[in-house]
């Protein structure tokens, strides 16, 4: 069965690796995730934005992942990335995810503090873990779109005082990553993830993974990121592949064979992440 992330991140934080979650799309996106985790025997975090719940319907997303964690030797998770509406949290809550992250970061400190403490008491009562966001991770990420202007970071006393208020088990705090390819390199504040982390025991979630540079995200999990977000690098490689296919075979027809290139790379990259942050070898 698809298990909550909240004991496998709280054994992350406690030694110091990573959980990779990854935002997956298709059928074939969910297998390759889920092949890497098993291959480099590595927990794993399926996750699906808004968009793909609503592309998919949270059943049929829940109904693969379930699958997936009952085959696998490791233990698998599914969570609901950066959702800003209660009843859609509560109808993957029945469909089965075991992990969601309430946005209602773009609100003051107070809105934010009631409406996270709110899907934390119906999340808690299911088993269900619960991530939730402060500050401002820039970027866009599905309907969700912040200008570097109005990114903004996470205060390290705001911080506590969020966790005692809404008892949530993971928190994702702006550090300077962003959702999307960088121009250039992130600029991260790394004081301000071991101030943050000081403050805050419970695992922080590092959001906008992709493009940031493997130092840095090695430097981001030794100060306590217990989860690291990648959505944009896989879509991109996967629908590259598919491109690939089809300029050398533009008559090519069978979804069986074109989208394998694809289900491939993805799932190497993937096993690289792992590896990156130390997940590998921890389940
Ligand atoms: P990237 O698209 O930069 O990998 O960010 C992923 C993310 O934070 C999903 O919540
Ligand atoms: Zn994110
Ligand atoms: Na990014």
Redesign the pocket.
């Known amino acids: 069965p698809l298990v909550s992330s909240t004991a496998m991140l709280n054994e992350a934080r406690r030694n110091g690796y990573a959980v990779v979650?990854f935002?997956v799309h298709t059928l074939e996106m969910l297998q390759a995730v889920a092949e890497a985790a098993e291959e480099t025997e590595s927990p794993l975090i399926i996750?699906t934005?808004v968009g793909t719940v609503k592309h998919l319907g949270p059943e049929y997303v829940a109904a693969a992942a379930t699958v997936a964690a009952d085959r696998s030797r490791v233990p698998i998770a599914l969570h609901l990335?950066?959702c800003t509406d209660f009843s859609l949290i509560v109808r993957c809550i029945r469909a089965g995810y075991t992990s969601v992250?309430i946005d209602a970061s773009m609100h003051p400190f107070e809105e934010n503090v009631r409406q996270t403490a709110k899907v934390t008491e119906i999340a808690h009562a299911a088993g269900v873990n619960v991530e939730a966001e402060l500050g401002k991770?820039g970027?866009v990420?599905d309907d969700i779109v912040v200008a570097e202007h109005e990114a903004l970071l996470a205060d390290p006393d705001e911080c506590a005082l969020f966790l005692e208020r809404t008892g949530v088990d993971t928190l994702?705090p702006a550090i300077g990553?962003?959702?999307?390819?960088y121009k250039g390199e992130p600029r991260i504040d790394f004081e301000r993830i071991a101030k943050i982390a000081e403050r805050v025991p419970v695992p922080l979630v590092?959001?906008?993974?992709?493009?940031?540079p493997e130092e840095q995200v090695k430097r981001c999990v030794s100060l306590g990121m217990a989860k690291m977000?990648?959505?944009?690098?896989?879509?991109i490689l996967f629908s590259d592949a598919i491109k690939r296919v089809f300029a050398e075979h533009p008559e090519e027809n069978d979804p069986r064979k074109y989208m394998v290139p694809a289900k491939q790379a993805l799932k190497q990259a993937a096993a690289a992440k792992m590896r990156l942050t130390g997940a590998a070898g921890r389940a």
């Open positions: 979650a935002n996750q934005t990335d950066h992250m991770v970027g990420e994702a990553t962003a959702h999307g390819i590092l959001h906008g993974g992709s493009g940031i977000n990648v959505a944009t690098e896989l879509r």
